[in-house]
């Protein structure tokens, strides 16, 4: 890189400073406020050139309002009797445009300390005042926002919990105005036994985490009384500051839900009892039947009743009405298949997987006809173990029926259906309503009957 001597003149290196600033307009001016100086960015900012501007009053680059109000007079006195003027203030370019500008005029003295003019500095600040003005804009509009949402408590606190600030929903709705819980701590308005358990901490670790933590819990009053609010917990990544939630009174819609699952409880608990009553006739029926046929296609009619009124009776048990749990579920099934043989061993392997409840319906029907024809078909003159197991992986169940004894029938294991197998003919049914894959491996000794079927329909 080329160098250059400095000028030995310091009077020009001074000149040459003032050239350089071109983001700056610097000019001098006498007492009076008539310009005598105009640098290379006072041209390029208002316009005009030194011959234009030299010997004119400097009021020429004020807006005319503030021509009538002698504002350029006030900045020069404000000047001279303390030493600087500082201004933000709408300027005039030549072409009558205006620009935004932020002003400082100071004294310049001699080598006395006279005051023998003044010099100004004005840079344009017309984008940062727009951006200034739009995101005041944005805080008014979001203010309003926050007011108006009448219907949602919306409020932050620091990352010790200290709240800061609080909307008018949140006054209507925990009872707190916004004087009175400001800098207060948050986890007031947990239950004690939540706030015994760390839920404010829990909540700020997962939306820290993960950027966002969704909660559905009571809530506290300021007059002592609950509400069930579902919120949302945010990090206010921007200042660091601390969390925003948002959080909505739903009590209604929860006693709502409660009482709409007290009622399902109670209709899948009648269904039970009313299958299991069917049951039971179907099993007099079938002892009181003269031909062994019929007597054995009543029996197997009452399994599939049961294995039904079984799933209807896990349901109504457990906290979810919706989904049951596989590896429970098969264990019930299978332990009351157990009670229905003393010839045979029935053990149940299963990994814990949720299904819902018309998938758990199907499924158990399933199970229940592979090991009744184990039972029936695999060891029909001699005592025998089958062992179901269902393994979950992915979003797909492996599940297995298989016993060590003399195989199927060749019109099932080949594929075939010629009427003769009712069970078989279910079989078939119940895994395409599943849209499950069915595979029967001969082990010899002993059948497999492989089901792979998705974990949701």
């Known amino acids: 890189m080329d160098q250059y001597p400095l000028p ?34 006072a041209q390029a900012l208002f316009g005009y050139s030194s011959p234009e501007i030299i010997g004119q009053n400097s009021a020429i680059l004020f807006s005319f309002e503030d021509q009538l109000a002698a504002a350029a007079q006030k900045e020069i006195r404000r000047a001279l009797t303390t030493g600087r003027s500082e201004d933000d203030r709408w300027h005039v370019r030549k072409d009558g445009g205006s620009f935004w500008a932020s ?38 509009r979001l203010q309003l926002i ?38 207060r701590d948050a986890r007031i308005l947990f239950l004690p036994g939540d706030r015994a358990e760390g839920a404010l901490e829990q909540e700020m670790k997962a939306a820290a985490e993960r950027g ?6 009571f809530h506290l009053r300021k007059d002592g009384s609950t509400f069930w609010g579902s919120g949302l917990t945010m990090p206010l990544r921007a200042q660091r500051a601390g969390y925003l939630k948002v959080l909505r009174d739903d009590t209604e819609r929860h006693f709502a839900e409660e009482h709409q699952q007290i009622m399902l409880r109670e209709m899948s608990h009648r269904v039970k009892n009313s299958l299991a009553l069917v049951a ?58 157990q009670q229905t043989t003393s010839s045979h061993i029935l053990s149940v392997d299963a990994d814990p997987c949720a299904v819902d409840a018309d998938r758990a319906i199907q499924i158990a029907l399933l199970v229940n006809e592979l ?57 078939r049914a119940l895994v395409q309503q599943l849209k499950a894959e069915l595979h029967i491996e001969d082990r010899q000794p002993g059948t497999g009957f492989v089901i792979r079927l998705p974990r949701e329909g």
């Open 371 to 427: 090991v009744t024809n184990a039972f029936k078909h695999a060891y029909a003159d001699a005592a025998g173990a089958v062992t179901v197991s269902a393994r979950s992986a992915g979003d797909q169940i492996r599940l297995e029926v298989a016993d060590d004894g003399k195989g199927l029938p060749p019109e099932v294991s080949s594929g075939e259906n010629d009427g003769r197998s009712l069970g078989m003919k279910i079989v």
């Open 280 to 337: 039971a006739m179907l099993a007099m029926q079938a002892r009181s039947a003269k031909q062994d046929e019929v007597g054995q296609a009543l029996r197997d009619a009452e399994a599939r009743v049961g294995t039904i009124a079984e799933v209807h009776d896990q349901l109504w048990r457990q906290p979810h009405l919706e989904t049951v749990d596989l590896a429970d579920f098969l264990s019930s099934l299978c332990q009351r298949l």
């Open 8 to 41: 030995s003149d310091e009077t020009e290196i001074y000149r040459h400073i003032v050239e350089s600033a071109r983001d700056y307009a610097i000019f001098a001016m006498d007492r009076d406020g008539t310009i005598v100086t105009w640098s290379a960015g």
């Open 146 to 183: 926050l007011k108006s949402a009448i219907d949602y408590a919306i409020f932050a606190f620091d990352r010790d919990g200290q709240i800061i600030s609080w909307n008018t929903g949140a006054c209507r709705i925990f009872g707190y105005e916004e004087d009175e819980i400001i800098g």
């Open 212 to 217: 966002r933590a969704e909660n559905e819990q």
């Open 103 to 140: 002003g400082l005029t100071m004294p310049l003295r001699n080598e006395l300390g006279e005051i023998y003019g003044l010099m100004k500095i004005v840079r344009d600040r017309t984008r940062t005042q727009h951006e200034e003005e739009a995101l005041r804009a944005s805080e008014e």
